[in-house]
């Protein structure tokens, strides 16, 4: 069992960064892919970025690429999503997530309960 829990959102203006994190509870952390997600009002949850569970591969949506970096602590039982060149159209709510290495939500089985991003143009 995981239990996970996201922080660092806010209002942003466009062209600026934000640094979301994610705090996991459970000694199985580090066996577990993580990744971020978000959903938009009125649209469907979308894959943002996933990293292995050593670090060692990570995964980006293409509307993202080159501007957001995903990357994680085992240590310290943490994920962490960099966020710079923020676009209006990155406004939703972000979720990180433990699973396997997908870009599928149906790969991952456990969810934090998110936290809002909002970029104001």
């Known amino acids: 069992q995981v239990q996970l829990v996201e922080s660092g959102g806010g209002l942003v203006q466009a062209g600026g960064s934000l640094s979301l994190s994610c705090a996991a509870s459970?000694?199985?952390?580090?066996?577990?892919?993580m990744g971020w997600f978000r959903q938009a009002p009125g649209k469907a949850r979308e894959f943002v970025a996933a990293i292995g569970w050593d670090g060692g591969v990570t995964a980006y949506a293409d509307s993202v690429q080159g501007r957001f970096t995903i990357s994680r602590d085992n240590a310290k039982n943490a994920v962490y999503l960099q966020m710079n060149s923020l676009k209006p159209e990155d406004t939703a709510v972000y979720y990180c997530?433990?699973?396997?290495?997908?870009?599928?939500?149906?790969?991952?089985?456990?969810w934090g309960q998110g936290t809002q991003v909002t970029v104001s143009s």
């Open positions: 459970g000694r199985t952390f580090s066996t577990y892919a």
């Open positions: 997530a433990a699973g396997t290495f997908s870009s599928s939500a149906y790969g991952y089985n456990y």
